[in-house]
């Protein structure tokens, strides 16, 4: 038994950081308005946020330096009542910068986005146009297939505040992972904080359990152990 259990979680460790891919960001959906927006530190660095949408927006805001790559996705969790689930995904920077993003022809874009813009800005809408179902993909760490939805790359040709959100256009609900930047950046530490939390995030997000009840059996294993361990000791 202590030997399946060191197994697996030496396994669990040695995964490489590119299973990983996106370092957690922790949400509870309270991101709704510019002022409540979701703090991204470093839109080039890449983050990942499980969120719920209920017939709302929900808004994230970041710094960037001219030139900096943005990279943003939208995938939804394969999950049966989410097969049509296709919110949009939005970017609200400076006019000044917005007025090219026609221009550099990145995917077809509106300005349908029925919510306050601050002063000075402007918003583009990317939808999903693909077929549906759309493309899957497995992610290993995670144990969870999603449907890919749109992504946007682009460079950022202004410094400034930026925000994105996201929403649905029907005022439909349905849960979401956004994805923002590009590079992969892990600590040693990460291993045992970031990387344990954001496991069991993802359980709880595509409500497979499954293996947390596995994960709760090992651990109550291992604590049975050392408890048994202790009493042998105490009894000698």
């Given at each position: 038994?202590?030997?399946?259990?060191?197994i697996?979680?030496?396994?669990?460790?040695?995964?490489?950081?590119?299973?990983?891919?996106?370092?957690?960001?922790?949400?509870?959906?309270?991101?709704?308005?510019?002022?409540?927006?979701?703090?991204?530190?470093?839109?080039?660095?890449?983050?990942?946020?499980?969120e719920?949408?209920?017939?709302?927006?929900?808004?994230?805001?970041?710094?960037?330096?001219?030139?900096?790559?943005?990279?943003?996705?939208?995938?939804?969790?394969?999950?049966?009542?989410?097969?049509?689930?296709?919110?949009?995904?939005?970017?609200?920077?400076?006019?000044?910068?917005?007025?090219?993003?026609?221009?550099?022809?990145?995917?077809?874009?509106?300005?349908?986005?029925?919510?306050?813009?601050?002063?000075?800005?402007?918003?583009?809408?990317?939808?999903?146009?693909?077929?549906?179902?759309?493309?899957?993909?497995?992610?290993?760490?995670?144990?969870?297939?999603?449907?890919?939805?749109?992504?946007?790359?682009?460079?950022?040709?202004a410094?400034?505040?930026?925000?994105?959100?996201?929403?649905?256009k029907n005022?439909?609900?349905g849960?979401?992972a956004?994805a923002?930047?590009?590079?992969?950046?892990?600590?040693?530490?990460?291993?045992?904080?970031?990387?344990?939390?954001a496991?069991?995030?993802?359980?709880?997000?595509?409500?497979?359990?499954?293996?947390?009840?596995?994960?709760?059996?090992?651990?109550?294993?291992?604590?049975?152990?050392?408890?048994?361990?202790?009493?042998?000791?105490?009894?000698?």
């Amino acid at each position: 038994m202590q030997k399946i259990v060191f197994i697996g979680l030496f396994c669990l460790l040695m995964l490489p950081a590119s299973a990983f891919g996106h370092k957690l960001i922790p949400t509870d959906g309270s991101n709704i308005d510019y002022e409540s927006a979701l703090i991204i530190p470093d839109p080039v660095i890449s983050w990942a946020m499980y969120e719920e949408l209920e017939g709302n927006a929900l808004f994230y805001k970041f710094e960037a330096e001219k030139d900096d790559r943005l990279y943003s996705s939208i995938v939804i969790p394969k999950l049966d009542d989410l097969e049509n689930f296709t919110p949009s995904l939005v970017l609200i920077g400076p006019s000044t910068f917005l007025d090219l993003v026609d221009e550099l022809k990145v995917i077809d874009v509106d300005k349908n986005f029925d919510y306050p813009i601050p002063d000075g800005y402007d918003a583009y809408v990317f939808d999903f146009n693909g077929p549906i179902p759309s493309k899957e993909f497995y992610e290993p760490f995670g144990q969870i297939t999603y449907w890919e939805r749109q992504e946007i790359d682009l460079e950022l040709e202004a410094p400034g505040t930026y925000y994105m959100a996201v929403f649905d256009k029907n005022g439909s609900s349905g849960k979401l992972a956004l994805a923002i930047g590009y590079i992969e950046d892990f600590s040693g530490n990460d291993f045992v904080t970031v990387l344990p939390n954001a496991w069991l995030e993802s359980r709880y997000f595509s409500e497979d359990f499954s293996p947390l009840v596995i994960l709760v059996g090992i651990v109550s294993g291992i604590s049975a152990l050392i408890g048994f361990g202790i009493y042998r000791k105490i009894k000698q």
